[in-house]
């Protein structure tokens, strides 16, 4: 079966780093995808990994193995609105997104 | 619009009851995509269309369950006959390119919220 795993909820310091990890099994692999998701909001698209390595997008970077089936959102110098869930999703061989569950982000001051 | 938009955002049903519940995609794209969200949940695919024609239905639960894009913009999932376990979020989204020419970002709307009583 297709599988994202992702850990269920971490806690942050304001003005720290964080590390968010997803793995995952799926029958092929066209991309990556980390999506932010506001409480009773929408997801909204972060990054897309298709090719090993760090994509580094401001405050966020997101890195790919795809030998290892192993990403990574990283979120620096934290605030306060990055409190939300973060969503990992892979398109498949068919181009079909799969999801993680999400993972709930919790920043403290 | 400049984003997808759906309506109504909060629905609340009668168990049995029919609903049907839109989607305004952002104009000009080409895919869109149903999901359903429960709570602490990632979104589960429902159904997937290219311009008009569905090409994907694999995730719909049940035959209660039916959606349509009969001009290749507005979208209706219609659920017939709710159940309590409908209850959940759904979520629109739409994409510039037919998925498999390139997998670009999904525009999602805010979502209509159902809950069956």
């Known amino acids: ?109 | 619009g400049a984003g997808v938009s759906q309506s109504p955002r909060y629905k609340v049903a009668k168990r049995g009851q029919d609903v049907a519940l839109r989607c305004d995609p952002i104009s000009g794209h080409v895919s869109l995509f149903w999901y359903q969200q429960a709570l602490g949940q990632g979104p589960e695919f429902l159904t997937y269309f290219q311009n008009e024609a569905q090409l994907d239905k694999s995730g719909l639960p049940s035959d209660r369950f039916f959606a349509e894009r009969p001009e290749g913009s507005v979208s209706t999932l219609k659920i017939q006959r709710t159940q309590q376990e409908d209850s959940a979020v759904y979520l629109c989204a739409s994409s510039l390119a037919p998925t498999g020419a390139n997998t670009g970002e999904l525009f999602f709307g805010e979502g209509s919220r159902l809950t069956v009583l």
């Open chain 1, 1 to 109: 079966g297709q599988n994202i795993d992702q850990p269920t909820e971490m806690t942050a310091t304001e003005g720290a780093i964080v590390q968010i990890n997803c793995t995952y099994q799926t029958s092929g692999f066209n991309g990556l995808f980390w999506y932010q998701q506001h409480a009773g909001e929408a997801p909204t698209f972060l990054s897309y990994n298709v090719l090993d390595g760090l994509e580094e997008k401001g405050r966020f970077s997101s890195f790919l193995s795809r030998s290892k089936g192993y990403s990574y959102l990283l979120l620096k110098e934290l605030q306060m609105k990055d409190s939300a869930s973060y969503l990992c999703a892979v398109t498949d061989s068919n181009y079909q997104l799969i999801w993680g569950a999400g993972t709930k982000l919790i920043i403290k001051p």
